[in-house]
């Protein structure tokens, strides 16, 4: 019984070992930096890795990426930064295509950091809802493309503009 399920062993050790691995590095680090008052959460969306928020005063902000390689494998890769932003910025705005009072900025694209950035803002409300402000920013590094979104009540925007404004300028890939 033992020599059975010593040779069992080294058959399943032997198979496992002759197939060939690879390795991949999984995400790119990066820093961001928030308000201490705000807490973490991952209830916002489930493809977010970075979620923060103020409940009291209902301020959100999160952080989407998507590694350049698997956009390419995915054949889903934009290699321009106002198309690419275009398509990530309309997942959140098309949630509001029937809404009338819907106001959407244009794609302002600029390089910072030695990144390319796109930013736009939404003014738009759901059913049964306050009006929101959507603070949209796409970051492109060499190897991710990044979403960074912020969002509060409009009535709150010229109070944490500037907030989120300030988290997008401490983003850093490491």
Not at 19 to 39: A, D, L
Not at 122 to 139: G, H, I, N, Q
């Amino acid at each position: 019984m033992k020599k059975t399920i010593l040779a069992f062993s080294i058959l399943a050790f032997s198979i496992i070992n002759a197939q060939n691995m690879k390795t991949v590095t999984v995400g790119t680090p990066y820093s961001i930096s928030y308000p201490e008052n705000f807490k973490k959460t991952y209830e916002f969306n489930q493809a977010a890795n970075f979620q923060v928020y103020d409940f009291e005063n209902e301020v959100h902000f999160m952080v989407l990426q998507d590694e350049i390689e698997t956009l390419k494998e995915m054949e889903t890769y934009q290699d321009n930064i106002q198309l690419a932003a275009k398509d990530y910025h309309e997942s959140t705005i098309s949630m509001f295509e029937d809404n009338s009072k819907r106001k959407v900025t244009k794609l302002k694209v600029y390089k910072k950091n030695g990144y390319d950035y796109a930013s736009q803002f939404l003014e738009a409300e759901l059913e049964d809802s306050e009006r929101t402000f959507y603070y949209l920013v796409t970051v492109k590094t060499a190897k991710n493309y990044y979403q960074l979104y912020g969002w509060c009540l409009q009535a709150d925007r010229k109070k944490y503009e500037p907030l989120f404004e300030k988290m997008v300028e401490s983003f850093k890939e490491l």
